[in-house]
Each structure stands twice: as structure tokens, then as C-alpha cells.
């Protein structure tokens, strides 16, 4: 049975639209897999002879044991933003006679051979080799490496059990955020030292391997735990019971004034409001106006005046960028029906257009009080704003005629990267790279006032070409249409 599973994924994997279609962007992600795992083994292999240089008075095996407390929260940290569990279209094999353990151990076990679970290997095993060339005791050594093999598996499952009482959260991020949080103070006011805790467990499981059963038992409850939670939800029914729930209209009428694209912008308000992950986004938009706090209160980045060119487009662009880039996915699970309507394609992109505008005015205006860290960065800011305007607008518009990633918009609200494919990581190359390279490199030949009219004059252009770049976005859109229809049929 497990054997027709992964024919099963195979099949769907290299039979989607979105491996089809997008073979260079595969390998290119390839290319960042090998990357990371270079700099993995480099760690494990130079991790020993760097910690006898800088460390020459402590055991290098001790004292790495001792830090591993702050790499399982930074794992646990990663994987929950960027981890999901590998579920199969399960709704298929409901109806046949087909077991439901035998479904939930094969998506248990998926998870195991996660890319998340090998890459930390290639920092482990080198740095234990290292260590048995040193002299350590090889049988100790084997010992820790296999301890730290089912830490990883631990860390692994109990990232999902997080998940699993976060999904249905509004801010489902504040589960993992509450559980880093008090291990982090615990161990930094002493209450409880994690970092000995640990870094003593696993030197004592080195010394005596029969205490190897510990984490061998709590791995186990993570893995039943995972399997009752996926066991329960696993029925036909749970799929189709509807969610009764009370829907608070808002008054909308203002957007009558936008004229033909106001029902456009209706039915985007409504779907920021009432679904999960939008809404979520939409709250998100306080980061946007605090993301100067992170770098102007620091002395480190006053005198680095390019970099106010990238921090005014992040703060005014908060909302074009992470609304922007997933243009139409947003709508992916009723596009064949929007596309099958009588509408004007150029409106429906218009709406789109107005909304990012207006959010971009609102973060300026909120972020007018950064003048209080000096004139310099309220002209940034401003400047930053009639670039994502004149400019950005129009590129993060043309950046989605490439999406193909379906996006369902009732599945975790925050850092869910579902529908994020290659194409939104390279968005962000013209979107924030090149304005403050530009403005970087004119800020260095000519001058603080060259570089803000830089950016002020090619987003003046860019608004005043606005139709005319419409169009043409617009005729790739239709270009792509019946693709995208393609795609977001897909459950990718």
C-alpha cells in the first residue's frame, strides 16, 4: 500500500502545472538546497578547530552541547514559519478500503524524510567525525550523533502538535511565539538554565547509551500524539460541515467614487476581512509602520543613508508587497468563475491598483513621525512612496501574471507560505534591491538630493505612463489567463 502512496505522489508532483511550466525555478531552488547544505558541512567541519581557537580553555564537545538549547527554539522557530506537514488528497482515498492508520503513518512518515530533518545532519555527523579524530571515544560520539538524529525527528513532530493547536488561531502564530518565549526566559533569568538542562542530558545519554530510551520514548508520544490528532480529523464528513458564522457588513460605499472598479474593490475588501489568512495580513500592516523602529533608533544606521531608501519602500510598501505578490492567487479559488463573467480584465487589475495605492498613502502619513529621527528620512519616506507608486505597482502586478500556486484562503493565517513559489523570492529583486542600489550608488556620486529625486522621478514617470503600462500588464494577463485557469485547478 505505502508503495501505490508514493507512486501516487510522484505522479502528482511531476504531473502539475507548476513543475510543467516552471522547470528553470525547480532547479534554481535545487541550487539553494546544495547552497544551504554547504554551509551546513562547513559548519560541522569547522565548527571543532573554531571552537579550540577562540575557546582554548573549554571541551569543544561540552561547550557545543551547551548551546543546543538555542538551536532547538531557532529550529522550532524556523520550521513552524516554514514547515507544513506533507498531507496527501487524502479525500479520494475515503471512499475505498483503504485504512485510515495506513494513510496517517504514510504522512507521518513523509514528514521524516523532510529536507528540515537532513540539513541539520550535515552539520551533526561531520562535527561528531571531527570529534572521533580528536581522540573523543567513538562509541560516545555514536552514541550523541544518533541522540541528536532523534532531537531533530522530536523537534519535528512537535512542530506539528504546535501547529495542530494553532491552526484555527486568528494569530496563530502566538502559540510558538508563548512557547519559545518562556523557554527563552527561563534560561535568561535563571530560573531554570536550559542551556545546562540539555547540554547535561545529552552528555550523560553519551556516557550511558541505555538512557537513549528517554528521547526514544518521547519521540514516540510526539509521533501517537500526531497520529491521534491527524486520525480524528480524518473522516469524509469533516470536510463538509459547514461553518456557521455571524458576518459584520461594513459600510463600503465610499468605494462608489472609484466609479466602474468599485465592486472590484468591494469584493477585495470583503475577502481581506472575513478570511484568515488575509485578515492576518491586514493586522500585519502595524509592521509595517514600526519597521523603521528596528534600524533608526541604532546609531549603527545613521550615517548608511542607502539604506533609508530600502526601509521607506518596506514601511510604505508593506501591504503592496505581501497583498501584491500573490495577485490573482488571491482569487484562485474562484477564478474559472470571475473569468467566465463579462468584466473587463484591465478593471479588475485597476482595483487591485487603487487599493495598493491608498495603502502606501496611509503608511506614509502613519509614518510621518519618523521625522523625529531627522528631515533625511521623512524625504525618504516620501520619496520611497511615489517609487512604490509610480514603480512598484506596476512591477508586483506584472510579477503575478506568473503566479500559478493555488491559495486557500482559510488555512493558517500568519506566515503561511502556501502559493509562495520562486517567483515571489525573485519579485523582490526589482522590487527593493534595485531602487536602493540606485539610490545607494547616485547617493555616493551626487548626493542625498540627487538620490531623492532619483526615485521621486521615475515614480513621477511611472505614474504618468500608468495606462499605458496597464495595458501592457494587462495583455500578459490575458496571455496567461487560461494557464492560470489550468493551475488553480491544481492542488499543488
Given amino acids: 500500500?505505502?508503495?501505490?502512496?508514493?507512486?501516487?505522489?510522484?505522479?502528482?508532483?511531476?504531473?502539475?502545472?507548476?513543475?510543467?511550466?516552471?522547470?528553470?525555478?525547480?532547479?534554481?531552488?535545487?541550487?539553494?538546497?546544495?547552497?544551504?547544505?554547504?554551509?551546513?558541512?562547513?559548519?560541522?567541519?569547522?565548527?571543532?578547530?573554531?571552537?579550540?581557537?577562540?575557546?582554548?580553555n573549554e571541551d569543544p564537545f561540552v561547550f557545543a552541547n551547551g548551546f543546543i538549547f538555542f538551536w532547538i527554539i531557532g529550529d522550532l522557530l524556523m520550521r513552524f514559519f516554514m514547515q507544513k506537514l506533507p498531507v496527501m488528497s487524502v479525500k479520494p482515498l475515503l471512499t475505498l478500503p483503504v485504512k485510515r492508520s495506513t494513510v496517517v503513518n504514510f504522512v507521518l512518515g513523509k514528514s521524516v524524510v523532510s529536507f528540515f530533518n537532513f540539513l541539520p545532519l550535515f552539520a551533526i555527523i561531520p562535527f561528531g567525525i571531527m570529534l572521533i579524530f580528536d581522540g573523543y571515544e567513538t562509541s560516545m560520539i555514536i552514541t550523541w550523533i544518533f541522540t541528536m538524529i532523534i532531537l531533530v525527528l522530536i523537534i519535528n513532530f512537535l512542530n506539528f502538535i504546535?501547529?495542530?493547536?494553532?491552526?484555527?488561531?486568528?494569530?496563530?502564530?502566538?502559540?510558538?511565539?508563548?512557547?519559545?518565549?518562556?523557554?527563552?526566559?527561563?534560561?535568561?533569568?535563571?530560573?531554570?538554565?536550559?542551556?545546562?538542562?540539555?547540554?547535561?542530558?545529552?552528555?550523560?545519554?553519551?556516557?550511558?547509551?541505555?538512557l537513549i530510551i528517554i528521547p526514544i520514548v518521547i519521540l514516540a508520544a510526539c509521533y501517537a500524539f500526531n497520529f491521534k490528532i491527524l486520525k480524528s480529523k480524518l473522516?469524509?464528513?469533516?470536510?463538509?460541515?459547514?461553518?456557521?458564522?455571524?458576518?459584520?457588513?461594513?459600510?463600503?460605499?465610499?468605494?462608489k467614487r472609484f466609479g466602474d472598479v468599485a465592486p472590484f474593490m468591494q469584493l477585495d475588501l470583503k475577502l481581506i476581512w472575513r478570511n484568515k489568512r488575509t485578515k492576518s495580513m491586514a493586522f500585519l500592516l502595524l509592521i509595517g509602520v514600526l519597521y523603521g523602529l528596528f534600524f533608526y533608533p541604532n546609531p549603527v544606521y545613521a550615517d548608511m543613508v542607502f539604506m533609508f531608501a530600502l526601509i521607506g519602500i518596506v514601511s510604505t510598501g508593506f501591504f503592496l508587497i505581501n497583498f501584491g505578490q500573490f495577485i490573482p492567487a488571491w482569487d484562485s479559488g474562484y477564478y474559472k468563475l470571475l473569468m467566465s463573467q463579462n468584466i473587463k480584465y484591465e478593471q479588475y487589475l485597476r482595483s487591485k491598483f487603487i487599493l495598493m495605492v491608498i495603502?502606501?498613502?496611509?503608511?506614509?502619513?502613519?509614518?510621518?513621525?519618523?521625522?523625529?529621527?531627522?528631515?533625511?528620512?521623512?524625504?525618504?519616506?516620501?520619496?520611497?512612496?511615489?517609487y512604490n507608486i509610480g514603480v512598484n505597482t506596476h512591477v508586483i502586478l506584472w510579477g503575478g501574471s506568473f503566479n500559478r500556486k493555488k491559495i486557500d484562503l482559510d488555512k493558517k493565517a500568519a506566515f503561511n507560505y502556501q502559493g509562495t513559489g520562486a517567483v515571489q523570492w525573485l519579485i523582490g529583486i526589482p522590487l527593493m534591491l534595485v531602487p536602493m542600489a540606485l539610490f545607494g550608488l547616485v547617493n555616493w556620486l551626487a548626493g542625498f538630493a540627487a538620490a531623492i529625486a532619483l526615485l521621486i522621478v521615475l515614480g513621477v514617470v511611472g505614474i504618468v505612463f500608468h495606462k499605458k503600462l496597464m495595458k501592457g500588464i494587462t495583455k500578459k494577463y490575458l496571455d496567461s489567463k487560461y494557464k492560470m485557469i489550468d493551475a488553480f485547478s491544481q492542488d499543488n
Fill in 1 to 56: 500500500m505505502i508503495k501505490h502512496f508514493l507512486n501516487l505522489e510522484w505522479k502528482q508532483y511531476f504531473r502539475s502545472s507548476y513543475w510543467q511550466k516552471n522547470m528553470a525555478i525547480n532547479i534554481l531552488l535545487v541550487f539553494f538546497a546544495l547552497y544551504f547544505v554547504v554551509m551546513f558541512l562547513s559548519i560541522g567541519f569547522g565548527l571543532l578547530p573554531g571552537l579550540k581557537k577562540f575557546f582554548p
Fill in 235 to 255: 473522516y469524509l464528513d469533516s470536510s463538509l460541515k459547514s461553518k456557521v458564522a455571524e458576518v459584520n457588513a461594513a459600510d463600503l460605499s465610499w468605494t
Fill in 359 to 386: 495603502s502606501v498613502v496611509l503608511l506614509f502619513v502613519l509614518g510621518i513621525p519618523y521625522v523625529y529621527f531627522g528631515y533625511k528620512i521623512l524625504i525618504a519616506h516620501f520619496a520611497a512612496a511615489i
Fill in 162 to 210: 504546535i501547529e495542530a493547536f494553532s491552526a484555527d488561531s486568528e494569530l496563530s502564530f502566538l502559540p510558538i511565539i508563548t512557547v519559545v518565549g518562556v523557554l527563552f526566559a527561563l534560561n535568561h533569568f535563571e530560573i531554570l538554565s536550559m542551556t545546562t538542562l540539555i547540554g547535561s542530558g545529552l552528555l550523560a545519554i553519551a556516557s550511558n547509551p541505555i
